[in-house]
């Protein structure tokens, strides 16, 4: 046999479908399967070697954690009294904001009504003001409506009762008065 | 031409079915058992390091924070020195009795009746008690102590009043009828 007989054929003889199982097996194992296997490998060890940094850099911000924890602990009781100051600063604005001053309101009472006009009792009860006076005359209730009106003292006025004395022709009148709250708040 | 496409693909398929079912096989199988544990520990181990790293930026600002406010609340003493006056804790008991006559005094009023109620929680914080007093003095002084009660820096609220021109002890004096609710904070309890 010349070498001229000898014929070299690059392309399988058979296709992969025409060899046996074993052999389909054999071939897809040094082939694709080879690549595989070298794939998952290659996962495994970087995912196990990257476990080394990953666990150091755990280690070092859990020391870091534990050395902060230990430079805050002088500081837990100044914490304590510093939130209980806080809140106590909150509690003394809302208790400011809510607070209701009557001296205001009691003092625009007596200088709206005029000089002839007695204030018998003055009482503050409950946001409500009740004002008992003695008036020489109608038109002194009048004038003291007017002069409330034109302040814009009160949000309501109640006439709780009325009286006049014929012989001294004065007026006992007691009134409930709701106050505006521009002058009831601070 | 429609007939020799077919042929290409038919082939095409008849060779590559049994690999790429194997491949497949083969991918799921590594996958779950070999790749899929490696994945989820490793992403486990970054969750950990970044929930670490959190905690440490946040302690690491608390310990700024809390030596910047220790700072600052050391020079502003004074302004807490005042608070603790204004609203004061429950461990002062004769402080309501103190604060209310020696502010009558300075106002030339006499207090001729004092009595207290027990103290009544408001909130989780606060507690009250109620002063009713019976002050003596002139209109004008008596006004001023409860413009001065209004005013005062300590925490209280005028909560009845009663003004009466017939009551009077004698000539130009007169008594009012005042109910002062005073308020106090919580105790500080140290473990």
Same mark, same amino acid.
């Given at each position: ?61 859990? !020391? ?8 805050? !602990? ?75 009106? !034109? ?36 | ?191």
């Amino acid at each position: 046999m010349s070498l001229r007989d000898h014929i070299i054929n690059l392309i399988p003889e058979r296709s992969l479908e025409e060899y046996t199982t074993s052999r389909k097996i054999y071939l897809w194992s040094i082939g694709i399967g080879r690549l595989m296997i070298i794939l998952t490998e290659l996962t495994a060890v970087s995912v196990w070697l990257s476990r080394f940094q990953l666990d150091h850099q755990i280690t070092t911000t859990s !020391k870091s954690i534990e050395q902060k924890i230990e430079d805050l !602990k002088p500081y837990y009781e100044f914490e304590k009294l510093f939130r209980h100051e806080e809140s106590k600063l909150a509690a003394f604005y809302e208790l400011n904001k809510s607070k209701i001053i009557y001296t205001k309101l009691i003092k625009e009472v007596s200088n709206t009504i005029s000089f002839d006009t007695v204030i018998n009792t003055l009482s503050v009860s409950n946001g409500k003001l009740n004002l008992t006076t003695k008036l020489p005359s109608a038109l002194s209730f009048a004038i003291m409506l007017e002069g409330f009106k !034109k302040k814009d003292l009160f949000e309501s006025l109640v006439i709780s009762s009325a009286t006049a004395d014929a012989q001294t022709g004065e007026y006992t009148i007691s009134l409930s008065l709701t106050p505006n709250e521009n002058w009831i708040k601070q | 031409m429609r007939i020799g496409q077919r042929t290409i693909t038919f082939k095409l398929k008849e060779k590559t079915y049994s690999v790429v079912s194997t491949t497949l096989f083969c991918m799921i199988l590594f996958g779950f058992f070999a790749i899929r544990p490696s994945l989820l520990t490793l992403i486990a181990l970054r969750t950990e390091l970044a929930e670490l790293k959190q905690i440490d930026r946040a302690l690491t600002r608390k310990i700024d924070d809390i030596v910047l406010t220790k700072a600052n609340y050391i020079e502003n003493a004074s302004i807490i020195y005042n608070l603790e006056q204004s609203l004061p804790e429950l461990n002062i008991e004769a402080e309501a009795l103190n604060f209310l006559s020696n502010t009558a005094r300075n106002f030339n009023v006499v207090i001729t009746n004092a009595t207290y109620s027990g103290f009544t929680p408001l909130g989780e914080n606060l507690k009250q008690r109620t002063a009713r007093l019976t002050l003596s003095g002139t209109y004008k002084d008596l006004m001023a102590l409860i413009e001065e009660f209004e005013q005062s820096s300590r925490v209280l609220q005028l909560q009845n009043l009663s003004i009466s021109s017939n009551t009077g002890v004698s000539k130009n004096k007169m008594t009012i009828t005042a109910d002062i609710t005073l308020f106090y904070f919580k105790e500080l309890q140290y473990e």
